[in-house]
């Protein structure tokens, strides 16, 4: 996030000076593609580098110092990278902009968000994607899911709202005890006012998300476009094209429309949890 904040603070400073991209990596004896990589965030820059640029630009003192502790402080290691070794590097990416995050809206269709998954759920979760020769990885991967939980403990927290599947709440996952066991966690979890939580039942039938599972994330900088994350078999896809963000949200608000109402989604996950329906 601070990057992505730094890019764009370079970015408008460049346009500020009324300067091209091709003009500052040529006088730089830059390529275009690197300076264009620092402001969009795709890579970091040095701080010698910083400066050469800050320089070009004229930027004044206090500019200068505030823009080289940003750089500072993008380049320190965050928790989760104590975990590299079992995390994809996309999955580093996305727990970066979830930690950072004002506003989550996830519709998943498979199995509980990691935000309010169990421990014993998460690692039948994680189980189910590797080998059993690789414990160790499943381990650190339900040891970050947990920790990932701290952010609806912060100050301010996000709000996260979820959309369930009902088939959420029938997959077997880790089996009937496990499940249960979820699932009560999962009205509990509703309980706090930063989190929303509804079902969209069979009975909804055809939907705007039959692709897959989403999650939006919204932040509170205003040149802060919100992000769409989509995870795969082989890595998470991150979309912030207003045409994607419009058709995601889009999708979201007809998902909760057609989804029972948070009150109907508590006693419809209950009846579940105790074998009622």
């Known amino acids: 996030m601070l990057r992505r904040q730094l890019g764009a603070e370079l970015r408008r400073i460049r346009d500020r000076a009324q300067r091209t991209v091709a003009d500052v990596a040529g006088q730089l004896d830059w390529s275009e593609s690197k300076l264009s990589r620092i402001e969009t965030a795709n890579t970091g820059i040095r701080a010698a580098d910083l400066d050469r640029l800050l320089r070009l630009y ?13 750089a500072a402080q993008s380049r320190q290691r ?57 414990l160790d990885v499943v381990e650190q991967r ?23 599947d009902e088939a959420v709440l029938r997959r077997q996952v880790g089996g009937p005890d496990v499940l249960r066991r979820q699932l009560l966690r999962l009205n509990e979890a509703s309980e706090r006012k930063v989190v929303t939580i509804q079902v969209l039942p069979f009975a909804a ?10 999650m939006v994330l919204e932040f509170s900088g205003a040149a802060e476009r919100p992000l769409v994350y989509s995870e795969g078999a ?39 949890a105790r074998g009622e329906r």
């Open 205 to 214: 039938g055809a939907h705007p998300a039959l692709a897959g599972s989403f």
């Open 142 to 164: 339900v040891a970050v899911r947990m920790a990932r939980q701290a952010v609806l403990t912060r100050q301010p927290p996000p709000r996260l709202w979820t959309i369930l």
């Open 78 to 134: 965050a928790w989760w990278e104590a975990y590299g070794g079992a995390l994809a590097d996309a999955y580093e990416t996305f727990i970066g902009f979830e930690t950072e995050a004002t506003s989550i809206r996830a519709y998943e269709a498979q199995v509980v968000p990691g935000l309010l998954q169990t421990a014993e759920y998460a690692s039948a979760v994680t189980r189910a994607s590797f080998p059993p020769d690789q």
């Open 234 to 272: 082989t890595g998470g896809v991150f979309r912030n094209r207003p045409e994607d963000l419009r058709s995601y949200e889009s999708s979201f608000e007809a998902l909760g429309a057609a989804a029972l109402t948070p009150m109907e989604s508590i006693e419809f996950i209950g009846a579940v």
């Open 58 to 70: 004229g930027v004044d003192d206090a500019e200068h110092s505030r823009l080289r502790a940003m």
